[in-house]
């Protein structure tokens, strides 16, 4: 069996290590438009050399895998699947999971089934490691049910949410108003309070109020995700606010947490992590200012 990624960034290459190590017969190509500014001696086909994966330059190279897995960034889930179109077959799976609304997989989905290869809407629930394809994943579509079989003796960690795409990235859409929110609400409130000169008692009285929540551990957390994956959960906070609007409710409050998520991802470039958290909100809070 032969799987190959469209996208070969975090996701992708959990994935690769993980399946690898279940089923060692497993073959994989990948193919990423990093490829078409770097050819085949950049950093990414060196990455794909490195995990033993075929460097599908041009993409229809991936016309011969089995399972097609699109992994690219939140912008580019539609191309990928436009793109994807020139090559797909009768008798591919192809795997769509990127962080979108419904409405853009159900799109992909009608370019995919026009091609004749089956399409699976899969919402990945947790981060990718360490877990790689054991995280939790939701799937649907028409082919969600025939493939189950094969995706439990891969060990997948998987529940089949409905026959129509867009079921399962619903759910995470809607989820993760609530998990970026909260790291959004948690940072912009203590650089709000390191700027007010009141970060101690902040602090003390959020965890007084929401002692479950594990302070400043939990504080520390939300900045370390927001600094280093800030612009990618922008993007999905974007199709948060697609689904929302989409929805008749308010998308407004996801592209507010997308705004906080895409600043904290620019200035997790030029910040120390180490810092302690004081220092942190503080030097944030006086950077932000001064942009």
């Known amino acids: 069996m032969k799987i190959g990624f469209i996208g070969f960034g975090e996701a992708a290459r959990a994935f690769r290590e993980s399946l690898a190590a279940v089923d060692p017969t ?3 190509a990948a ?6 500014s770097e050819a085949g001696d950049g950093q990414c086909a060196a990455a ?14 991936l016309a011969t895998a089995d399972w097609i897995v699109s992994a690219v960034t939140a912008d580019q889930s539609l191309l990928a699947a436009e793109a994807a179109a020139g090559w797909l077959r009768a008798g591919q799976v192809y795997f769509d999971i990127n962080s979108v609304s419904p409405e853009r997989k159900r799109r992909s989905a009608d370019i995919v089934n026009a091609r004749g290869a089956a399409y699976v809407d899969m919402a990945v629930m947790a981060p990718v490691h360490p877990r790689g394809h054991k995280t939790p994943v939701l799937i649907a579509g028409d082919a969600a049910g025939d ?4 995706l439990d003796g891969l060990g997948f960690d998987f529940d089949v949410v409905g026959s129509e795409p867009g079921a399962a990235t619903a759910i995470k859409m809607v989820r993760s108003l609530f998990v970026k929110g909260l790291e959004a609400i948690t940072v ?3 650089q709000a309070a390191a700027a007010s000169s009141c970060f101690d008692y902040i602090l003390k009285s959020l965890s007084t109020s929401f002692p479950g929540l594990g302070w400043p551990d939990f504080a520390e957390y939300q900045f370390e995700r927001t600094l280093r994956h800030g612009r990618r959960r922008a993007a999905e906070m974007r199709e948060s606010a697609a689904t929302l609007n989409g929805l008749g409710l308010h998308g407004a409050l996801a592209n507010a947490i997308a705004d906080i998520q ?4 620019r200035l997790g470039f030029a910040h120390d992590m180490a810092n302690e958290l004081p220092a942190k909100a503080t030097q944030l809070a006086r950077r932000r200012k001064r942009k």
């Open 26 to 28: 497993l073959e994989f």
């Open 31 to 36: 193919f990423d438009i990093l490829l078409d």
């Open 48 to 61: 794909m050399r490195a995990a033993d994966v075929e460097i599908a330059i041009p993409a229809d190279g």
């Open 147 to 150: 493939i189950e079989g094969v």
């Open 188 to 190: 912009e409130t203590l």
């Open 262 to 265: 895409e600043e904290m991802g």
